[in-house]
Structures are given as C-alpha cells and as structure tokens.
C-alpha cells in the first residue's frame, strides 16, 4: 500500500485489529442498509461488464475501504486509489490494506479544487463511491461531478450508490422511512449498534481516539449535504460530461447511479 498522506499522527499502530474495525464499520452501515452487499454486487458487476476484470479504480470517500475492499477480493489483478479527509476511517484503511501494492491512499478534501493533483493516475477506468457524497450540497456536489468526468476515461464508468430521494411521492417515502426506522430499533434491541454509538467505540480506542477527535472537528456531528433524486444526479453527470446515466440499482431509499463516459 502507498500512502500519500502527510499527516503523520494517523500512523496505524501494529498489532491493532484493522480488519475487525472494518468489519465492525460495515456491520454498523448494514444497520441502516441492509441491501449494502447487493448494492456492492450490482457495482462490481457493472465495473466487470463496461471495463473488465483488471481496473484501475478511484475509490471516491473511500472511508475505510469497503469498495476496495469487495474490488480486490473479486478482482486480484485491480488497482485502488483511496481519497478521503475523514482522518479515523483512514486510519482504519491504512491497517486494513497495509503492505497492498495494488492499494494507494490519499488524503484530500474532495472540496478542494486541487484534490485531483494529489491522485497517482490523470484517468481511471471506474470511479466508485458509495454512502459519501449526500455530505456535499448541490453546487460543490455539482463541481466534483465535473472533476469526476475529468478523471474517468472514455468508455469508462462513474458510480453512485447513496441516497437519492424522489420529492414526488411524499407518501411513498413516509412509509419507506417508517419500515425501516422499525427494522433499525429491532435490530439494536438485538445488540446492533448505530452510527453514534460506533463512533463512541472507536473514541475509546487509544489508537483511534486522536484521529476520532480530529475527525469531528471536520465534519461534525451531521452530514450538511442534500440528497437529489436519481434524476437530478444524472441530469448533472449528462451536463458535466457524461454521455449516458441512469440507476442500475435500487432499493426503496437508495439508488445505485452509473454514468458511461
């Protein structure tokens, strides 16, 4: 693995059980998504279909390296490039991928308009990113999208999976939000945890607890983003540059979007 962060208080510790904290983080997503693996199917399916077995990928807020992760174990022969900001959930990706030379790092605000300098490659075959990119709002969100059709090549694929909400069926959504809030408090009554509490875990680490406290002074408690309908995202992917988008995917919250350069 190459890392090309200079921030040398995220250093992994040795010893520490990275792929434990990766698999704690994937069961703490699966308690709000529990389609999060067929999601991830449906994504290295499309990648399969339009660009191959081997890619060189762009894990976009890439977290602790979930779509890294499911790419190389299904694909050997892959490349990732990692960027995130979050400093707690690189650390994580750092353990997990430690001593992986097909897996790259990157620490880079993607709202920095020079982000894409610090990449390894000037074009990417696929771009991935998962559960991420609700934290932008429309404009910023709509300026990474150009970034984006910048870096991935032509007969090259984006993909989004996240929430995309249709404002148009109110009724719809209420119910949807209802179901799956009853699903969640039944799942903790079994011992899941949720977002918050994960991160109290992770606080307690002595290894995490730095990159913790760093990280919540980025971000925040809560996401500021907004959530567009499928429509709305590749409406924007089609102007950035894209030459066809619509979702491969989706559950009744969230959407798997692909756009073909």
Not at 30 to 35: A, G, I, L, R, V
Not at 102 to 127: F, I, M, N, S
Not at 140 to 157: I, K, N, S
Not at 175 to 187: K, L, N, Q, T, V
Request: proline fraction near 5%; charge should be negative.
């Amino acid at each position: 693995m190459t890392d090309t962060s200079t921030d040398t208080g995220t250093a992994t510790a040795a010893g520490s059980d990275w792929r434990a904290w990766q698999e704690s983080w994937d069961r703490q997503q699966e308690w709000y998504m529990p389609d999060r693996e067929d999601r991830f199917r449906t994504m290295l399916d499309m990648v399969e279909a339009f660009v191959g077995p081997d890619p060189r990928v762009l894990d976009l807020a890439c977290g602790t390296g979930s779509i890294t992760a499911r790419l190389l174990d299904r694909f050997p022969g892959a490349t990732s490039t990692g960027v995130d900001l979050d400093p707690a959930l690189l650390t994580i990706a750092r353990g997990t991928f430690a001593g992986d030379e097909r897996v790259t790092l990157v620490e880079a605000d993607l709202k920095d308009p020079g982000w894409t300098a610090r990449l390894p490659y000037d074009t990417y075959d696929a771009v991935l990113t998962a559960t991420a990119l609700h934290w932008l709002r429309s404009e910023p969100l709509e300026v990474l999208y150009g970034q984006v059709a910048e870096l991935v090549r032509h007969g090259g694929v984006f993909m989004n999976a996240d929430h995309m909400i249709d404002d148009s069926t109110p009724r719809i959504n209420a119910a949807e939000a209802a179901h799956s809030r009853a699903r969640r408090d039944r799942a903790m009554r079994n011992g899941a945890l949720d977002w918050a509490e994960w991160w109290a875990l992770a606080a307690a680490d002595p290894v995490l607890a730095g990159p913790v406290a760093r990280r919540f002074e980025i971000y925040g408690a809560h996401a500021d983003g907004e959530m567009p309908s499928a429509a709305g995202h590749a409406r924007v992917l089609r102007e950035k540059g894209f030459g066809e988008s619509r979702p491969v995917w989706c559950s009744p919250s969230d959407t798997l979007l692909l756009a073909l350069k």
